[in-house]
Each structure stands twice: as C-alpha cells, then as structure tokens.
Nanobody, 130 residues
Framework: QLQLVESGGDLVQPGGSLRISCAVS????????IGWFRQAPGKEREGVSC????????RYAESVKDRFTISRDRAKNTVYLQMNSLKPEDTAVYYC???????????????????????WGQGTQVTVSA
C-alpha cells in the first residue's frame, strides 16, 4: 500500500534550522516526483520544493530558494527538506506528496493543478517563533 508519512515538525526560533522527513512505503524513490507543500492558517496551500526521483532535478519556490534543500535517501526510502534561516512566515503545516505524471522522468512541478499530486501525507507542523 502506497503511503507517505511526514515527521520532524517542531517549534524553532527565527534564524534557526529544521529538517523534516517524508518516509514513503509502497514504492521506491527511483521514479516519479515528490513535492513539499505548506499551508498556513487562512492561506492557500503553496508548493515549496520538489524533486524528480528519476532525474534528480529539483525546484524551489522563490520564497525559500537558497534557504531550503530537498534531498532523498534511497536506503531509508525517505525524502528530506532541510530548512535553514527560518522566518516566522515559514510557519505552516508541511505536506509531502507523490506525483506519478510522465514528465516526472525529467522534472517536477510546484503546482497541484489538475491534482497532479495524487498521494499525500498527513502533514507536520512547523512553527517559527521567538
């Protein structure tokens, strides 16, 4: 059964770092794409980062570029999001999701238009506050 489980969310001070994880089961991290999305209270869900598991290519939202890094560990079947220089506006529930579209062979997308991402985790809370 295909499943994604996020973990690692926490309360962190502004300027701090945090790594959140997306453990997957039911498939291997060799194909398709994994995306990280976040949703803050009263705001729409937004794409943060994604990785094509086939090509290894990555994308980042402008708001997190040069601060966040997406990576994968095939042995642990886990995708990570390393978050540095955290800001209060990074506070949100973070979700990982799986995109099985054919274009994931070379790229990934930060949008979920037309429900491209068809499997989602339950989310993990990240709070950035002093």
């Amino acid at each position: 059964q295909l499943q994604l489980v996020e973990s690692g969310g926490d309360l962190v001070q502004p300027g701090g770092s945090l790594r959140i994880s997306c453990a997957v089961s039911g498939f291997t991290l060799d194909y398709y794409a994994i995306g990280w999305f976040r949703q803050a209270p009263g705001k729409e869900r937004e794409g943060v980062s994604c990785i094509s598991l086939t090509a290894g290519s990555t994308r980042y939202a402008e708001s997190v570029k040069d601060r966040f890094t997406i990576s994968r560990d095939r042995a642990k079947n886990t995708v990570y999001l390393q978050m540095n220089s955290l800001k209060p506006e990074d506070t949100a529930v973070y979700y990982c999701a799986l995109d099985q579209g054919p274009y994931t062979a070379w790229s990934c997308t930060l949008t979920d238009q037309d429900n491209k991402y068809n499997y989602w985790g339950q989310g993990t809370q990240v709070t950035v506050s002093a």
